[in-house]
C-alpha cells in the first residue's frame, strides 16, 4: 500500500541511527541558565524580577508583554544574576535574557491546582498552557495557547499531532514518544478538550517503526489515531502533513484552523500535559545532542536557556574537526559563531557536523529539479531569477510568500545554487520595502 | 574549534552539472561506438574532433574571454561536441566539422550567455549551419561497412523508392544516415541509462514520437506515399533527435505539461517539413523552432501553488 504523503520533497540520508537508540537522559542541573526574553514568537516578555531577586525553579520571571507573546518561567532555583545581552540562537543576534545563578536545593514552585486534565474546563486548560508559557516546541515557537484560541467563526475538528520529525539526525520526538507515551497522550486529550474536538491524529514517518507501534498502543481506547506517512522532508511541514493526513489543502496565505485544523507539536503536547497534570511551568525540554562533530550523540532533557557547551561537554565533548554548530536540524536549522550560546524553548536538537568537501558551483542548466522537489509547486528556478534582478513584486506574484523555506530546493540543486537562503533574503527585502503598507 | 556561519540546509546531494553532462556522454556512447563500427576511422576522427574541440573551445572562452578564472571544465562542451558529431554524415571532412563546434559553443551558446542561457539548441544551430554551408557533403550519405554512397530511408522517401529499408534494419542500424542516429536500438538503450538516472523526463520523446506516429498514419492512410508510421520513426533523425536533442534542458520547458506541448510542436513541425518541405528530414529545424517558443510555454504551463484556487485571475 502506498503511504500518504505530499507532492515533492527530498530524501536526504537520515542519520538517525547516530542518536536515537540513545535513552533519554537528564542533564545536571547547571551553574548558570541564560532565559531570554525572546523565548518565543511576537513581542518579548516583561521581566518581573530585578538583579538579586532569590527565584525558585518555575517561578514567573517575566509576564507576556503582548497577546502573542508567552510567560517565563526560572528554570533553576537561586538568583537573578544580571539581565543583559547574550547570542540568541534563532535571531542570530545578542538580545536580552534574565541570568539566573543556581544555589541551593532546586525547590519548585508549581501552577495550581494539578489534576487530571478532564477535571478541567476547556477554557481553564488554554489559561493553563498560557500561564505555563508554552509555546511550539517543534521549533517556531508560537504561544500555543494563541493556537487554542481560534477566532469563533472558524470551526475546528482535527488536532494533528507532528511525530513526523522529518528532520535528518533530530531523534528528540522519537524518543519521547518511546519513553514518554503516556504523558504525550494525556497531552494530546487535554489540548483534544481545550480545542473541544473528538478527533486527533497523530502522523509518524515510517521510518520509525517503533514509535508507531509504541503510540499505538498507547492510543488504545482513546479516541486519538496514529498514522503512519511515507518518510520524506519536510513531511512534518504544516500544510504537507496536513495534506498528507486529510487531504485538505491549507489555503496559500492561510492557516491550518482556515481547514479546521490545529497542529501541536508532540513536545508541545508533552508540555502541555507536564502543565496541566502535574502544574510544571514550561522549564524544561528534551534536547537531540547530534551530528558527526560530536563525540557521543544522545537525547537529553535540560533546562531552558543552559549553555551549548554545557550540553555538548554532557554528550562527550566536540571532535576536532567540528565546522558547524546547528541549532535545530542540518536541514532548516541555524549556525551559531560560537560554542557558548544559550538553548531556547524551540532548541529542538543541537547538530554538530564536521567539514565537508565544498560542493563546485555551476550555472543554473533549467534541470527543473527544484521544481520537481519543491512541496509548496513553486518553481524556485524561476524566483530565483527575478529575485536576481530584484524584480520582488513578480517574485511575489509567483508565489514567494508560499515558500515555506524548507531547503529542499537548494538540497536538490546540482548547480549548489543558494536558493532558499536567496528566498529567505528576499522575502526580507520585499516587506522591508513594502513598509508598514498593508499586504 | 573554527566554526563556520553557513545558511541551511546543511545538507546538499551529491548530484552536479557535471555528473548530468557525464550521464549523457555515457547515454550517447553506444550510438557512438557502433558510429565508428559501421562507418569506420573517419567516424572515430570527427567524434574526437568535435567532442575534443568543443570542450577545448568551451574551456577557452569561459576561461580567457569571459575571465573566470576558477573555470573548470563541466563537460557541457563535450555533451554540445559529441552530439553534433553524431548528427553529420561521415562524408563531412574534420576542418568543417571544426567550423560546426565553432558556431556551436561560440555562437549559439557562449554569445547568448554560456551554459544554461542559450536559447536554441548548440549542436542543432551547428549542425545547421554545416548543412547550408556545405549542402554537398551534409547530405552525402553513405551506406555503412561498404561505404558506398546512398540514400537515406527519408531521402527515399523524398525521391521515389530506389530500396526500401526493412524496419528491422533501420531498428538496428545497418542504414545510411547520420553517425550517431541510424540505430534506434541503441539510443533507446542509452535514454534508458538516463531515465534509470532520473536525469530526463520521458514527456518530451513520448510526445514528439507519437505525433509523428499519428500524423504519419493518417496521411500514410490518404497516401501510401508519405511512408508508414514506423519508417518515419526509426528511418531519419527522429530517435536522436526526440531522445537527446529536444530533451536538452537548458532548452526544453520546464513542466510535464510544458514537455507535452514542446513535444507535440516538434513533431507537427517535423512531420510538414517531411511531408510538404524541400528537405527530406525536418527533425533539426523543427527543434530549433520550438526552442523559441520555450518562454512561451513556460509561461503558460506554470504549475499551480500548493493551495492557490483552481482558477487564477491573471492581472498581468
Avoid at chain 2, 577557452?60 to 576558477?70: E, I, L, P, S
Avoid at chain 2, 533527435?241 to 513533431?267: E, N, R
Wanted: one cysteine or more; proline letters at 6%; a positive charge.
Amino acid at each position: 500500500m502506498r503511504l500518504p504523503t505530499f507532492r515533492g520533497g527530498v530524501h536526504p540520508p537520515e542519520k538517525k541511527e547516530l542518536s536515537q537508540d540513545s535513552h533519554l537522559s537528564v542533564l545536571p542541573l547547571p551553574e548558570r541558565v541564560y532565559v531570554f526574553l525572546a523565548n518565543h514568537a511576537g513581542v518579548p516578555a516583561k521581566p518581573l524580577v530585578n538583579i538579586g531577586d532569590r527565584v525558585k525553579t518555575g517561578q514567573l520571571i517575566a509576564e507576556a508583554g503582548g497577546f502573542i507573546s508567552a510567560n517565563l518561567h526560572s528554570p533553576l532555583t537561586g538568583e537573578v544574576k544580571e539581565i543583559a545581552k547574550y547570542y540568541h540562537p534563532t535571531l542570530s543576534k545578542p538580545d536580552d535574557a534574565i541570568v539566573i545563578e543556581k544555589s541551593g536545593k532546586d525547590e519548585w514552585e508549581l501552577l495550581d491546582p494539578a489534576k487530571p486534565y478532564d477535571q478541567f474546563e476547556p477554557e481553564e486548560i488554554v489559561q493553563r498552557i498560557k500561564d505555563a508559557g508554552i509555546v511550539g516546541l517543534g521549533g517556531a515557537m508560537f504561544p500555543t495557547n494563541v493556537k487554542l484560541s481560534p477566532p469563533k467563526e472558524k470551526k475546528i475538528d482535527l488536532l494533528v499531532l507532528n511525530g513526523a520529525e522529518c528532520e535528518p539526525y533530530l531523534t528528540i520526538d522519537y524518543r519521547y514518544m518511546l519513553e514518554r507515551s503516556e504523558g504525550l497522550v494525556r497531552g494530546i486529550l487535554a489540548i483534544m478538550r481545550a480545542l473541544k474536538v473528538n478527533n486527533a491524529v497523530i502522523g509518524i514517518e515510517d521510518n520509525k517503526q517503533k514509535a508507531i507501534e509504541r503510540m499505538e498502543e498507547a492510543v488504545r481506547s482513546t479516541p486519538i489515531q496514529v498514522k503512519r506517512l511515507k518518510t520524506k522532508y519536510p513531511q512534518g511541514a504544516e500544510k504537507q502533513l496536513i495534506f498528507a493526513l486529510t487531504k485538505r489543502k491549507v489555503p496559500s496565505g492561510g492557516l491550518p484552523l482556515d481547514v479546521g485544523v490545529v497542529v501541536d507539536n508532540m513536545g508541545t503536547a508533552f508540555a502541555v500535559y507536564e502543565a496541566v497534570e502535574l502544574g510544571h511551568p514550561l522549564v524544561e525540554r528534551g534536547v537531540t545532542l547530534t551530528g558527526e562533530g560530536i563525540k557521543k550523540p544522545i537525547n537529553v532533557v535540560s533546562r531552558i536557556g543552559v549553555m551549548a557547551n554545557e550540553l555538548i561537554e554532557y554528550a562527550g565533548g566536540a571532535q576536532e574537526s567540528v565546522e558547524r554548530i546547528v541549532f535545530g536540524g542540518p536541514m532548516m536549522g541555524i549556525t551559531v559563531p560560537k560554542i557558548d550560546v544559550p538553548t531556547v524553548k524551540g532548541t529542538s536538537g543541537i547538530t554538530l557536523l564536521v567539514k565537508s568537501d565544498p560542493l563546485e558551483d555551476f550555472p543554473c542548466i533549467r534541470c527543473g529539479k527544484c521544481a520537481a522537489v519543491c512541496p509548496m509547486n513553486l518553481q524556485p528556478f524561476l524566483l530565483n531569477l527575478y529575485g536576481t534582478n530584484r524584480l520582488y513584486d513578480k517574485q511575489v506574484e509567483n508565489g514567494l510568500l508560499d515558500c515555506i523555506e524548507c531547503g529542499s530546493c537548494s538540497y536538490a540543486c546540482p548547480a549548489n545554487i543558494d536558493l532558499v537562503k536567496n528566498f529567505k533574503l528576499n522575502k526580507k527585502v520585499y516587506r522591508s520595502l513594502k513598509g508598514g503598507a498593508k499586504k | 574549534m573554527k566554526l563556520s556561519m553557513m545558511a541551511a540546509p546543511h545538507l546538499r546531494s551529491e548530484d552536479s552539472v557535471r555528473k548530468i553532462m557525464l550521464d549523457v556522454l555515457i547515454a550517447l556512447a553506444p550510438a557512438a561506438i557502433w558510429a565508428v563500427v559501421s562507418f569506420g576511422l573517419k567516424a572515430l576522427v570527427l567524434i574526437l574532433v568535435c567532442t575534443a574541440g568543443a570542450e577545448a573551445l568551451d574551456f577557452f572562452v569561459m576561461r580567457f574571454v569571459r575571465q573566470k578564472k576558477n573555470f573548470k571544465p563541466d563537460l557541457s562542451g563535450s555533451v554540445t561536441g559529441l552530439l553534433l558529431a553524431l548528427n553529420l554524415s561521415v562524408a563531412v571532412e574534420w576542418w568543417q566539422a571544426l567550423i560546426g563546434v565553432f558556431v556551436a559553443i561560440v555562437i549559439a551558446k557562449a554569445v547568448f550567455g554560456g551554459l544554461g542561457k542559450n536559447f536554441f539548441n548548440p549542436a542543432l544551430v551547428g549542425r545547421v549551419f554545416l548543412l547550408i554551408s556545405f549542402p554537398v557533403q551534409m547530405t552525402t550519405w553513405l551506406s555503412p561497412f561498404d561505404m558506398q554512397t546512398t540514400a537515406t530511408p527519408m531521402a527515399i522517401l523524398k525521391q521515389g523508392a530506389l530500396r526500401v529499408f526493412s524496419l528491422q534494419e533501420m531498428f538496428l542500424g545497418t542504414i545510411p544516415g547520420s553517425l550517431g542516429e541510424v540505430s534506434a536500438l541503441l539510443l533507446l538503450l542509452g535514454f534508458g541509462w538516463l531515465l534509470l538516472r532520473k536525469r530526463v523526463s520521458p514527456f518530451i520523446p513520448i510526445a514528439y514520437v507519437g505525433t509523428v506516429v499519428i500524423m504519419a498514419a493518417i496521411f500514410n492512410g490518404v497516401n501510401p506515399g508519405f511512408g508508414s508510421p514506423l519508417y518515419h520513426v526509426f528511418g531519419g533523425g527522429l530517435m536522436l533527435g526526440a531522445l537527446f536533442m529536444a530533451t536538452d534542458m537548458v532548452t526544453s520547458p520546464m513542466s510535464i505539461k510544458g514537455h507535452v506541448i514542446f513535444g507535440v510542436g516538434c513533431g507537427a513541425v517535423t512531420m510538414i517539413i517531411r511531408l510538404f518541405g524541400g528537405y527530406p528530414e525536418g527533425v533539426s529545424f523543427a527543434i530549433l523552432v520550438m526552442n523559441a517558443f520555450v518562454p512561451l510555454i513556460d509561461m503558460g504551463t506554470k504549475p499551480r501553488i500548493f493551495g492557490k484556487p483552481k482558477k487564477v485571475k491573471s492581472n498581468a
